[in-house]
Every structure is written in C-alpha cells, then in structure tokens.
C-alpha cells in the first residue's frame, strides 16, 4: 500500500491539543481528509484518522466513532509515521520562514535608524 500526504496544515493556536490538520492519499486513488496530529497528555504526537461524533441513546452524552480506520497495526503504525513526518518537515519549513521574516523585521528597523 502506498500512503502519501497531500497537504498539511498547521493550527494556529499553541494551546490546542490539535496541532495540524491532513490530508492522505492511499494509492494514489483514495483521499482521506480530516487526519489530525494531536498532543496527548503526556506530550506526544499522535495521528488521529477522521471521527464522527454522536450521541448515545442511553446516556445522551457525546461519543465520537472512527469514520475510517486501518485494519492491521502495521498499516496504522505506516500512516502515522507517514503523517507525523510530513508534520515535521512543514513544521520545520514554517520556523524557517519565522525565522527569516525576524531577520528582515531586524534589518529593516536598522537601516531606518
């Protein structure tokens, strides 16, 4: 199987446990949008696939139920590693343009002294 991530894109807000939003492309035929990378508790990374949410008759309290889901360890263990590597790289991608776009403010506010 041949996983592939379309696009990544990073949550703004440091507070949340969401950090980013994914989109996969399993053999090159089937999009699955709606990949999460969260932080758990204890500060990891993980990847969550896509969730519906509904209520229980009995309790009427909010669950959530995998709207898709792999079905072997190795094929879950393959998407995350996939997913939280393409995270990585547009992390690191946008520290870089952080970073640079400090080092023009910097200068700017040099040359106008």
Do not use: W
């Not at 072997?72 to 640079?100: G, P």
């Amino acid at each position: 199987m041949n996983v592939s991530v379309k696009h990544v894109n990073l949550t703004n807000d440091s507070n949340n446990i969401t950090k980013a939003i994914a989109t996969i492309c399993i053999d090159e035929s089937f999009n699955v949008e709606g990949v999460t990378v969260k932080r758990s508790k204890e500060d990891n990374l993980y990847v969550q696939l896509p969730q519906r949410s509904y209520y229980d008759k009995e309790t009427q309290e909010k669950r959530y139920k995998d709207a898709c889901y792999p079905t072997n360890k190795e094929t879950r263990e393959e998407i995350s590693k996939i997913v939280l590597a393409a995270y990585n790289e547009k992390l690191k991608e946008h520290e870089e343009n952080v970073q640079k776009k400090t080092k023009n403010s910097i200068k700017k506010c040099k040359i106008k002294r």
